[in-house]
């Protein structure tokens, strides 16, 4: 018995022992989990885009008008604003960027038409009410957020001719018209979703002129148009 109770105080100054010590230990602190760090995504001309422009468009004109047998000169200028709205869509590969855009144009641009014909002047305003491209457009992507682009394809509209022949009196014509156009631009993202551009295309001649009662043309005539856009990127 004496033995026994020698075993149980010694077991237990041990257990007191051991709990104090382990009581003077720091504790132990909860670990937290690493936080992730994620790398920004580069940004990219891909995907779809929509927006407007506005702008200025001038041209000129020469040529031949014949009429009653008789031949000579024809030359038009004219200029005004247009202003319109544009969409497309851009495939990135690295720093090439392809794209297609088409565009829907209005102007209140008008130019005056003079000839001369046996000897009689004859002067008319011509209009070019509204135009639309469809074009291709290949570019450089700089510095990520800006593009430079070259961009060309076919041209479609309208045009009207009035005036008035001493001979026959007032007329009024028209014509719809397809053409080709070619030109260059830059772009650069604003904010967001947001970017801006500049852009400068040349027109050229029109396979369809609106013409006088009686008369044929031949010639040649371009449109140069400067604009700024701005665009939303979906």
């Known amino acids: 018995m004496r033995k026994l109770a020698i075993v149980l105080l010694t077991g237990c100054s041990f257990g007191i022992v051991s709990a ?35 702008g200025w468009g001038w041209t000129n004109g020469s ?6 047998g008789a031949s000579g000169p024809i030359s038009v200028s004219g200029n005004g604003f247009l202003g319109g709205v544009q969409a497309g869509y851009n495939w990135q590969m690295n720093s090439i960027v392809f794209g297609l855009e088409t565009d829907f144009q209005g102007g209140s641009g008008s130019g005056t038409v003079t000839s001369t014909v046996g000897g009689i002047t004859n002067t008319g ?22 593009l430079l682009y070259m961009t060309g394809g076919a041209v479609y509209g309208k045009s009207t001719l009035d005036g008035t022949i001493p001979v026959t009196g007032a007329f009024s014509s028209s014509a719809t018209y397809w053409t080709w156009t070619a030109g260059a631009g830059v772009e650069k993202m604003l ?11 040349y027109i050229g001649t029109p396979n369809h002129a609106p013409t006088p009662p009686g008369t ?19």
């Open 20 to 54: 104090g010590y382990a009581s003077d230990l720091p504790a132990r602190m909860p670990t937290k989990a690493p936080v992730a760090v994620y790398a920004p995504l580069p940004f990219t001309w891909t995907g779809f885009y929509a927006g407007g422009n506005a």
């Open 63 to 68: 040529g031949t008008v014949t009429s009653g």
């Open 125 to 146: 305003t011509a209009k070019a009410p509204w135009f639309g491209t469809i074009r291709g457009r290949l570019g450089y992507a700089a510095a990520d957020t800006w």
């Open 191 to 201: 904010w967001n979703r947001w970017s801006a551009k500049l852009e400068y295309l």
């Open 216 to 234: 044929t043309l031949s010639g040649s005539a371009h449109a140069n148009i400067v604009r700024v856009g701005l665009n939303y990127h979906f």
